[in-house]
Protein backbone atom coordinates (compact mmCIF):
# COMPACT_ATOMS: atom_id res chain seq x y z
CA UNK A 1 0.00 0.00 0.00
CA UNK A 2 2.82 2.59 0.66
CA UNK A 3 4.52 2.07 -2.50
CA UNK A 4 0.42 2.26 -4.38
CA UNK A 5 0.38 5.84 -2.33
CA UNK A 6 3.70 6.84 -2.85
CA UNK A 7 2.74 9.03 -5.85
CA UNK A 8 -0.39 10.59 -3.62
CA UNK A 9 1.73 12.93 -2.13
CA UNK A 10 -0.61 15.23 -1.46
CA UNK A 11 -2.63 12.87 1.25
CA UNK A 12 -0.46 14.27 4.03
CA UNK A 13 -0.87 14.41 8.19
CA UNK A 14 0.76 17.31 8.51
CA UNK A 15 3.02 20.21 6.70
CA UNK A 16 6.17 18.09 8.08
CA UNK A 17 5.61 15.86 4.84
CA UNK A 18 4.56 12.44 6.55
CA UNK A 19 2.31 11.35 3.95
CA UNK A 20 -0.44 8.52 4.33
CA UNK A 21 2.37 6.53 2.12
CA UNK A 22 5.15 7.07 4.96
CA UNK A 23 1.97 5.84 7.71
CA UNK A 24 2.15 2.19 5.64
CA UNK A 25 6.39 2.17 4.84
CA UNK A 26 6.60 3.17 8.89
CA UNK A 27 4.29 -0.26 9.42
CA UNK A 28 6.16 -2.30 7.24
CA UNK A 29 9.03 -0.98 8.94
CA UNK A 30 8.18 -2.59 12.13
CA UNK A 31 6.90 -5.48 10.62
CA UNK A 32 10.06 -6.36 9.05
CA UNK A 33 11.85 -5.84 12.09
CA UNK A 34 9.71 -7.59 14.66
CA UNK A 35 9.68 -10.85 12.22
CA UNK A 36 12.95 -10.60 11.82
CA UNK A 37 13.33 -10.40 7.65
CA UNK A 38 14.84 -7.27 7.25
CA UNK A 39 18.35 -7.74 5.28
CA UNK A 40 21.21 -6.65 6.23
CA UNK A 41 22.61 -6.09 3.05
CA UNK A 42 19.95 -4.79 0.40
CA UNK A 43 22.80 -3.88 -1.81
CA UNK A 44 25.43 -6.19 -0.88
CA UNK A 45 29.02 -5.33 0.21
CA UNK A 46 27.96 -1.79 -1.49
CA UNK A 47 25.33 -1.20 1.59
CA UNK A 48 28.08 0.21 4.18
CA UNK A 49 29.18 2.66 1.50
CA UNK A 50 25.64 3.72 1.10
CA UNK A 51 25.33 4.40 4.89
CA UNK A 52 28.41 6.11 4.72
CA UNK A 53 27.14 8.83 1.71
CA UNK A 54 24.25 9.04 4.38
CA UNK A 55 26.17 10.07 6.87
CA UNK A 56 28.28 12.36 4.96
CA UNK A 57 25.04 14.15 3.58
CA UNK A 58 23.79 14.46 7.63
CA UNK A 59 26.81 15.72 8.66
CA UNK A 60 27.10 18.46 6.29
CA UNK A 61 23.64 19.75 6.77
CA UNK A 62 23.54 19.54 10.60
CA UNK A 63 26.65 21.14 10.86
CA UNK A 64 25.72 24.32 8.21
CA UNK A 65 22.23 24.29 10.68
CA UNK A 66 24.13 24.12 13.97
CA UNK A 67 26.42 27.22 13.17
CA UNK A 68 24.00 29.45 11.72
CA UNK A 69 21.14 28.30 14.39
CA UNK A 70 18.91 26.49 12.52
CA UNK A 71 18.89 22.80 13.96
CA UNK A 72 15.18 22.42 13.98
CA UNK A 73 15.24 22.89 10.18
CA UNK A 74 18.55 20.79 9.92
CA UNK A 75 16.55 17.40 12.01
CA UNK A 76 13.82 17.72 9.54
CA UNK A 77 15.51 17.78 6.65
CA UNK A 78 17.76 15.52 7.52
CA UNK A 79 15.29 13.00 8.71
CA UNK A 80 13.50 13.39 5.29
CA UNK A 81 16.64 12.26 3.85
CA UNK A 82 17.23 9.18 6.08
CA UNK A 83 13.52 7.85 5.42
CA UNK A 84 14.22 8.37 1.53
CA UNK A 85 17.55 7.18 1.35
CA UNK A 86 17.93 4.96 4.15
CA UNK A 87 14.46 3.65 5.37
CA UNK A 88 13.12 2.68 1.92
CA UNK A 89 16.46 0.92 1.11
CA UNK A 90 15.56 -1.49 3.74
CA UNK A 91 12.07 -2.20 2.85
CA UNK A 92 11.99 -2.05 -0.50
CA UNK A 93 15.04 -3.92 -1.20
CA UNK A 94 13.77 -7.39 -0.37
CA UNK A 95 15.50 -11.20 0.03
CA UNK A 96 12.58 -12.34 -2.30
CA UNK A 97 12.94 -12.13 -6.31
CA UNK A 98 9.37 -12.29 -6.44
CA UNK A 99 8.53 -9.35 -4.24
CA UNK A 100 10.70 -7.28 -6.39
CA UNK A 101 8.55 -7.62 -9.37
CA UNK A 102 5.43 -7.46 -7.12
CA UNK A 103 6.46 -3.97 -5.40
CA UNK A 104 7.59 -2.65 -9.20
CA UNK A 105 4.40 -3.70 -10.63
CA UNK A 106 2.52 -2.08 -7.69
CA UNK A 107 4.13 1.32 -8.03
CA UNK A 108 3.81 1.01 -12.15
CA UNK A 109 0.02 0.12 -11.99
CA UNK A 110 -0.11 3.57 -9.30
CA UNK A 111 1.73 5.83 -12.43
CA UNK A 112 -0.38 4.55 -14.90
CA UNK A 113 -3.89 5.32 -12.86
CA UNK A 114 -2.41 8.81 -12.11
CA UNK A 115 -1.85 9.59 -15.55
CA UNK A 116 -4.83 8.03 -16.95
CA UNK A 117 -7.11 10.00 -14.76
CA UNK A 118 -4.72 13.00 -15.94
CA UNK A 119 -5.24 12.80 -19.39
CA UNK A 120 -8.89 12.15 -18.81
CA UNK A 121 -9.15 15.37 -16.86
CA UNK A 122 -6.99 17.53 -19.27
CA UNK A 123 -9.58 16.82 -21.98
CA UNK A 124 -12.73 16.53 -20.51
CA UNK A 125 -12.63 19.04 -17.89
CA UNK A 126 -9.17 20.94 -17.69
CA UNK A 127 -8.65 23.71 -15.35
CA UNK A 128 -11.30 24.57 -12.81
CA UNK A 129 -10.14 28.32 -11.20
CA UNK A 130 -10.48 28.40 -7.99
CA UNK A 131 -9.74 25.21 -7.03
CA UNK A 132 -5.68 25.66 -5.88
CA UNK A 133 -3.43 23.61 -7.38
CA UNK A 134 -5.25 21.36 -9.92
CA UNK A 135 -5.07 18.59 -12.14
CA UNK A 136 -4.57 20.73 -14.74
CA UNK A 137 -2.59 24.11 -14.29
CA UNK A 138 -4.01 27.58 -15.23
CA UNK A 139 -1.68 27.64 -18.16
CA UNK A 140 -3.60 24.42 -19.91
CA UNK A 141 -0.43 22.25 -18.48
CA UNK A 142 -1.04 18.43 -16.85
CA UNK A 143 -0.09 18.51 -13.73
CA UNK A 144 -1.52 15.14 -12.82
CA UNK A 145 -2.68 14.60 -9.05
CA UNK A 146 1.16 14.99 -8.11
CA UNK A 147 0.06 18.94 -8.55
CA UNK A 148 2.88 19.65 -10.17
CA UNK A 149 3.64 19.49 -14.20
CA UNK A 150 7.19 18.91 -14.23
CA UNK A 151 7.15 16.59 -11.59
CA UNK A 152 5.05 14.82 -13.17
CA UNK A 153 6.84 14.31 -16.48
CA UNK A 154 9.86 13.88 -14.25
CA UNK A 155 8.44 10.71 -12.15
CA UNK A 156 7.51 9.47 -15.81
CA UNK A 157 10.87 9.60 -16.87
CA UNK A 158 12.28 7.97 -13.47
CA UNK A 159 9.64 5.34 -13.58
CA UNK A 160 9.82 4.47 -17.39
CA UNK A 161 12.67 2.07 -16.64
CA UNK A 162 10.41 -0.47 -15.00
CA UNK A 163 8.03 -1.30 -17.75
CA UNK A 164 10.96 -1.10 -20.42
CA UNK A 165 13.12 -3.27 -18.25
CA UNK A 166 9.55 -6.06 -18.26
CA UNK A 167 9.14 -6.00 -21.97
CA UNK A 168 12.97 -6.39 -22.57
CA UNK A 169 12.29 -9.40 -20.38
CA UNK A 170 9.05 -10.91 -21.25
CA UNK A 171 7.52 -10.47 -18.09
CA UNK A 172 4.94 -7.99 -20.35
CA UNK A 173 3.91 -8.33 -23.80
CA UNK A 174 4.15 -5.81 -26.35
CA UNK A 175 0.57 -5.41 -26.63
CA UNK A 176 0.91 -4.20 -22.65
CA UNK A 177 4.01 -2.75 -23.03
CA UNK A 178 3.76 -0.07 -25.90
CA UNK A 179 0.35 1.20 -24.94
CA UNK A 180 1.86 2.25 -21.28
CA UNK A 181 4.90 3.57 -22.87
CA UNK A 182 2.43 5.79 -24.98
CA UNK A 183 0.90 7.22 -21.89
CA UNK A 184 3.47 7.86 -20.39
CA UNK A 185 4.89 9.98 -23.44
CA UNK A 186 1.31 11.58 -24.21
CA UNK A 187 1.62 12.29 -20.36
CA UNK A 188 4.61 14.32 -21.07
CA UNK A 189 3.53 16.41 -23.72
CA UNK A 190 0.60 17.26 -22.18
CA UNK A 191 2.91 18.70 -18.93
CA UNK A 192 4.91 20.86 -21.98
CA UNK A 193 7.77 20.38 -19.57
CA UNK A 194 11.00 21.51 -21.34
CA UNK A 195 12.95 19.22 -18.64
CA UNK A 196 10.66 16.39 -18.78
CA UNK A 197 10.92 15.36 -22.06
CA UNK A 198 14.66 15.94 -21.98
CA UNK A 199 14.87 13.25 -19.26
CA UNK A 200 12.17 10.93 -20.53
CA UNK A 201 13.85 10.88 -24.75
CA UNK A 202 17.18 10.86 -22.33
CA UNK A 203 15.85 7.49 -20.63
CA UNK A 204 14.22 5.71 -23.87
CA UNK A 205 17.74 6.54 -25.55
CA UNK A 206 19.85 5.42 -22.50
CA UNK A 207 17.69 2.04 -22.06
CA UNK A 208 18.10 1.23 -26.01
CA UNK A 209 22.06 2.28 -26.07
CA UNK A 210 22.86 -0.25 -23.45
CA UNK A 211 20.20 -3.42 -25.43
CA UNK A 212 21.18 -1.95 -28.79
CA UNK A 213 21.95 -4.96 -31.81
CA UNK A 214 22.18 -4.72 -35.29
CA UNK A 215 18.50 -6.43 -35.37
CA UNK A 216 17.43 -4.07 -32.95
CA UNK A 217 18.65 -1.13 -34.23
CA UNK A 218 17.00 -1.92 -37.66
CA UNK A 219 13.70 -2.56 -36.43
CA UNK A 220 13.79 0.61 -34.95
CA UNK A 221 15.33 2.73 -37.77
CA UNK A 222 12.12 1.53 -39.46
CA UNK A 223 9.98 1.88 -37.05
CA UNK A 224 11.29 5.49 -36.85
CA UNK A 225 10.95 5.95 -40.74
CA UNK A 226 7.33 4.82 -41.07
CA UNK A 227 6.40 7.47 -37.93
CA UNK A 228 8.43 10.22 -39.47
CA UNK A 229 6.51 9.06 -42.64
CA UNK A 230 2.77 9.31 -40.92
CA UNK A 231 3.68 12.25 -39.33
CA UNK A 232 5.12 14.21 -42.27
CA UNK A 233 1.91 13.01 -44.35
CA UNK A 234 -0.44 13.46 -42.35
CA UNK A 235 0.24 15.01 -38.84
CA UNK A 236 0.46 18.68 -37.62
CA UNK A 237 1.93 20.15 -34.34
CA UNK A 238 -1.38 21.44 -34.29
CA UNK A 239 -2.80 18.20 -33.21
CA UNK A 240 -0.41 18.87 -29.84
CA UNK A 241 -1.40 21.05 -27.48
CA UNK A 242 -0.71 24.77 -27.69
CA UNK A 243 0.61 24.97 -24.49
CA UNK A 244 3.51 22.64 -25.58
CA UNK A 245 3.42 24.02 -29.09
CA UNK A 246 4.63 27.36 -27.46
CA UNK A 247 6.95 26.42 -24.34
CA UNK A 248 8.60 23.52 -26.17
CA UNK A 249 7.92 24.00 -29.78
CA UNK A 250 8.22 27.43 -29.58
CA UNK A 251 11.76 27.57 -27.86
CA UNK A 252 13.51 24.55 -30.28
CA UNK A 253 12.22 26.67 -33.11
CA UNK A 254 14.00 29.51 -32.21
CA UNK A 255 16.84 28.42 -30.37
CA UNK A 256 15.81 31.01 -28.01
CA UNK A 257 15.95 29.20 -24.49
CA UNK A 258 14.76 32.04 -22.35
CA UNK A 259 11.46 30.61 -24.21
CA UNK A 260 11.41 27.66 -22.40
CA UNK A 261 9.13 28.57 -19.44
CA UNK A 262 10.25 29.65 -16.30
CA UNK A 263 14.17 29.15 -17.43
CA UNK A 264 14.90 33.24 -16.69
CA UNK A 265 14.48 33.17 -13.21
CA UNK A 266 15.47 29.24 -12.30
CA UNK A 267 18.94 30.91 -14.13
CA UNK A 268 18.63 34.10 -11.70
CA UNK A 269 18.61 31.66 -8.65
CA UNK A 270 21.51 29.31 -10.00
CA UNK A 271 23.43 32.60 -10.32
CA UNK A 272 22.48 33.93 -6.91
CA UNK A 273 23.59 30.36 -5.64
CA UNK A 274 27.51 30.22 -6.91
CA UNK A 275 27.37 33.94 -5.59
CA UNK A 276 26.52 33.31 -2.31
CA UNK A 277 28.65 29.93 -2.31
CA UNK A 278 31.38 33.01 -3.58
CA UNK A 279 30.88 35.56 -0.88
CA UNK A 280 30.37 33.00 1.97
CA UNK A 281 33.10 31.18 0.81
CA UNK A 282 31.38 27.40 1.21
CA UNK A 283 33.46 24.93 1.72
CA UNK A 284 33.07 22.09 3.47
CA UNK A 285 30.47 23.48 5.90
CA UNK A 286 27.45 25.15 4.71
CA UNK A 287 24.73 27.92 5.73
CA UNK A 288 22.25 24.64 6.93
CA UNK A 289 18.91 23.35 5.91
CA UNK A 290 16.58 25.56 4.04
CA UNK A 291 19.27 28.52 4.74
CA UNK A 292 19.26 29.58 0.93
CA UNK A 293 15.73 30.22 0.56
CA UNK A 294 15.52 32.66 3.70
CA UNK A 295 18.22 34.43 1.88
CA UNK A 296 17.53 34.65 -1.57
CA UNK A 297 16.38 37.62 -3.10
CA UNK A 298 13.70 35.40 -4.64
CA UNK A 299 12.74 33.85 -1.42
CA UNK A 300 13.18 30.08 -3.01
CA UNK A 301 15.50 27.16 -3.39
CA UNK A 302 17.67 27.49 -5.91
CA UNK A 303 16.37 24.71 -8.53
CA UNK A 304 18.94 22.57 -8.45
CA UNK A 305 19.88 19.92 -6.28
CA UNK A 306 24.02 20.16 -6.75
CA UNK A 307 24.18 23.67 -5.97
CA UNK A 308 21.59 23.75 -2.96
CA UNK A 309 23.55 20.91 -0.78
CA UNK A 310 26.76 23.51 -1.64
CA UNK A 311 25.15 25.85 -0.44
CA UNK A 312 23.22 24.63 2.60
CA UNK A 313 25.56 21.78 3.32
CA UNK A 314 28.93 22.24 2.00
CA UNK A 315 31.14 19.70 0.17
CA UNK A 316 30.50 17.02 2.33
CA UNK A 317 26.31 16.93 1.89
CA UNK A 318 26.85 17.40 -2.28
CA UNK A 319 29.61 14.76 -1.57
CA UNK A 320 27.44 12.25 0.42
CA UNK A 321 24.34 12.93 -2.41
CA UNK A 322 26.65 12.50 -5.35
CA UNK A 323 28.28 9.11 -3.79
CA UNK A 324 24.30 7.51 -3.59
CA UNK A 325 24.35 7.30 -7.04
CA UNK A 326 27.99 5.87 -7.34
CA UNK A 327 27.10 3.21 -5.09
CA UNK A 328 24.21 2.40 -6.99
CA UNK A 329 26.04 2.34 -9.86
CA UNK A 330 28.63 -0.32 -8.40
CA UNK A 331 26.27 -2.38 -7.04
CA UNK A 332 24.60 -2.45 -10.96
CA UNK A 333 28.03 -3.07 -12.29
CA UNK A 334 29.20 -6.14 -9.66
CA UNK A 335 26.02 -7.84 -10.45
CA UNK A 336 26.77 -7.68 -14.17
CA UNK A 337 30.17 -8.67 -13.38
CA UNK A 338 28.79 -11.60 -11.16
CA UNK A 339 26.64 -12.87 -14.25
CA UNK A 340 23.44 -11.03 -13.95
CA UNK A 341 21.70 -10.25 -16.77
CA UNK A 342 22.74 -6.75 -19.31
CA UNK A 343 18.81 -5.92 -18.96
CA UNK A 344 18.75 -5.29 -15.08
CA UNK A 345 22.28 -3.56 -16.00
CA UNK A 346 20.39 -0.91 -18.51
CA UNK A 347 17.10 -0.70 -15.82
CA UNK A 348 19.30 0.61 -13.20
CA UNK A 349 22.08 2.86 -15.02
CA UNK A 350 19.07 4.25 -16.84
CA UNK A 351 16.90 4.57 -13.65
CA UNK A 352 20.53 6.68 -12.06
CA UNK A 353 21.52 9.03 -14.77
CA UNK A 354 17.80 9.75 -15.03
CA UNK A 355 17.57 10.49 -11.69
CA UNK A 356 20.93 12.88 -11.73
CA UNK A 357 19.77 14.83 -14.44
CA UNK A 358 16.40 15.66 -12.99
CA UNK A 359 18.67 16.82 -9.93
CA UNK A 360 19.54 19.13 -12.39
CA UNK A 361 16.32 21.15 -12.39
CA UNK A 362 14.86 20.57 -8.53
CA UNK A 363 15.88 21.70 -5.16
CA UNK A 364 15.89 19.13 -2.52
CA UNK A 365 14.61 15.77 -3.03
CA UNK A 366 13.83 13.90 -0.49
CA UNK A 367 10.08 13.37 -1.44
CA UNK A 368 10.07 9.20 -0.79
CA UNK A 369 8.38 9.30 -5.20
CA UNK A 370 12.02 10.51 -6.06
CA UNK A 371 13.95 7.36 -4.64
CA UNK A 372 10.83 4.40 -5.05
CA UNK A 373 12.03 4.02 -8.55
CA UNK A 374 15.55 4.05 -7.54
CA UNK A 375 15.23 1.20 -4.82
CA UNK A 376 13.02 -0.77 -7.36
CA UNK A 377 14.84 -1.03 -10.09
CA UNK A 378 17.85 -2.19 -7.71
CA UNK A 379 15.48 -4.89 -6.42
CA UNK A 380 14.73 -6.08 -9.89
CA UNK A 381 18.23 -6.18 -10.73
CA UNK A 382 19.13 -8.22 -8.10
CA UNK A 383 16.19 -10.61 -8.58
CA UNK A 384 17.00 -10.89 -12.31
CA UNK A 385 20.67 -11.66 -10.95
CA UNK A 386 19.06 -14.44 -8.97
CA UNK A 387 16.65 -16.20 -11.81
CA UNK A 388 19.62 -16.10 -14.08
CA UNK A 389 22.05 -18.09 -11.46
CA UNK A 390 19.65 -20.65 -10.94
CA UNK A 391 19.83 -21.71 -14.48
Known amino acids: MGVFLAPYATLRFSELFFTLSDFFFCLSLFLLFITGRIWSKPLGEATPLWLIAFTLLFVGLMVGSLLHNSPERGLIVTAQYMFAYVFLMFILIRDEPQVAYHLAAIFLVSMILIDIHGIITFYTVGYVPGGGKGVVTGGRRLATLLRNPNLAAAMNALTLPIPLFLWATGRIKSYAALPVIAIFLCTVILTS???????????????????STPKLLLRLAIAGGILVAVV????????????????????????????????????????EAFQTISDQQIAFVGLGADQFRERSVQTAPVHNLYLLLWVEGGLLALLGWIMFSAVGLLHGFTLRRAGGDKKALAAMTTTIVVFLTIALFNPHMYARYWTIPLFLCCGLGLAQFRETAKL
Open 193 to 211: SNSGLFVTLLCLALFTAFL
Open 232 to 271: AGFGSKDLLPKTFQTRVLGALSSGDISEAGTFVSRAALIE
